[in-house]
């Protein structure tokens, strides 16, 4: 059996949480620093804020965990595999960010130029988070996921800080580098392209590359296929 952490959003991961414990394995879905339950104010929410809360979960494991990011949750678990490489079996990307050493997770989005993601994002007048418009939500991240859980992300979606999107990710071929990687693509995302997926484990390549044909969000709308995949890693 393993342990896995699952990053980021712990509220939209409850169905593959589910499968996997029932499975025995140990899952962690942690919320990070201004999302979820977590009342981390904006202005504290910083890349290393997501990154230490990440390690404190991660420590707290007895062993080494199948570390997943999703989204942006991907230059997170970079980081955190940099931190702590002896305490990462595997890390999994899924349709996730997978930026180079000094590149941030702004950089790799902003690539991507057939992505719904900025045409539908509305930065603040301060300039320091921004927010999807509600009635874009389905169409960028949830194409093929129920009216119900789409409702779900709709109630619990936060604005985003932008500073940790703009961050540059310090990774090396000493920590970073040793720990496995796998890319789950997902052939229907129309946030992070496949295109944009396949530049991104092309120039950073994993030892497997698993594909799904869902939306961004296979956690809604395969979370069966997602977890037995996860399961065998």
């Not at 499975?23 to 904006?42: E, F, M, S």
């Not at 970079?78 to 997770?105: C, F, H, I, W």
């Not at 719904?116 to 874009?136: H, I, Y």
Request: glycine share 6%.
């Amino acid at each position: 059996m393993s342990t896995f952490v699952l990053i980021h959003g712990g509220w939209c991961w409850y169905k593959v949480v589910a499968l996997l414990e029932q499975q025995g394995h140990t899952v962690v879905a942690p919320d990070l620093p201004g999302h979820g339950q977590d009342k981390t104010p904006l202005s504290a929410v910083t890349f290393a804020a997501y990154v230490d809360s990440v390690c404190h979960v991660v420590d707290a494991q007895p062993e080494p965990v199948v570390l997943v990011g999703h989204s942006t949750g991907g230059g997170i678990i970079a980081q955190v595999a940099e931190d702590r490489p002896d305490k990462v079996k595997v890390l999994v990307y899924l349709t996730a960010e997978l930026p180079l050493n000094g590149e941030s997770m702004l950089e790799g989005l902003q690539q991507d130029t057939e992505s719904l993601v900025f045409p539908n994002f509305v930065v603040s007048d301060d300039k320091t988070s921004g927010a999807f418009r509600a009635e874009t939500l389905r169409e960028v991240f949830y194409g093929d996921c129920s009216d119900a859980d789409v409702a779900l992300a709709k109630a619990l979606l936060v604005p985003l800080p932008l500073v940790p999107l703009e961050t540059p990710v310090q990774t090396s071929a000493a920590n970073f580098g040793r720990v496995p990687r796998v890319y789950i693509e997902c052939l229907q995302d129309r946030a992070l392209t496949p295109w944009m997926q396949k530049q991104l484990y092309t120039a950073q390549p994993c030892q497997q590359v698993i594909t799904l044909d869902t939306s961004h969000s296979p956690f809604f709308s395969a979370p069966g296929e997602l977890a037995a995949h996860l399961a065998v890693l």
